[in-house]
């Protein structure tokens, strides 16, 4: 093999060596990112990972929020009208946060069925419906739950 193709093909070797180290390090840089959503049937169905970050949607159900006394944790359920699941929540809640509203929160799914949400999301205005949050209530309602009415 001649002396200057030689030299080439190492070069280009060690550039695919590199791009391929590259493309492999950010594959796993953004698989450590992931938060998977599920809906509360997936949840209760135990599809949900446990002790994995991911997210949880659907509708707070009426009359499930309860606070805390002490400090400014809160329980309620987040339904998708077919399972309810438990989220706890220590923080301070978005404004538009209320009973009967969609909801997305980001935490992790604790042995005891209940989700330990670290951020809580809450619709911007009243036609917005976090797109995963409508898509698990659609699904729901496909397989003959109905929603009660809300106000919209």
Request: hydrophobic share 45%; net charge negative; aromatic share 6%.
């Amino acid at each position: 093999m001649h002396p200057i193709r030689k030299k080439r093909l190492t070069i280009i070797l060690f550039l695919l060596a590199g791009l391929a180290i590259a493309v492999g390090l950010t594959t796993y840089a953004l698989r450590q990112n992931i938060n998977l959503f599920y809906d509360p049937t997936q949840i209760a169905s135990g599809e949900a990972p446990l002790d994995a970050r991911i997210r949880a949607g659907g509708m707070v159900k009426q009359g499930s929020v309860v606070r805390s006394d002490q400090d400014l944790t809160v329980e309620f359920e987040v339904t998708d009208f077919v399972s309810s699941v438990t989220v706890r929540y220590t923080g301070i809640l978005p404004d538009l946060f209320d009973e009967g509203q969609g909801v997305v929160a980001m935490g992790r799914l604790h042995p005891d069925g209940v989700f330990v949400a670290d951020q809580v999301l809450a619709k911007h205005d009243e036609n917005y419906m976090p797109p995963e949050v409508s898509d698990a209530l659609e699904k729901a309602e496909a397989s003959g739950a109905r929603a009660p009415a809300m106000n919209q």
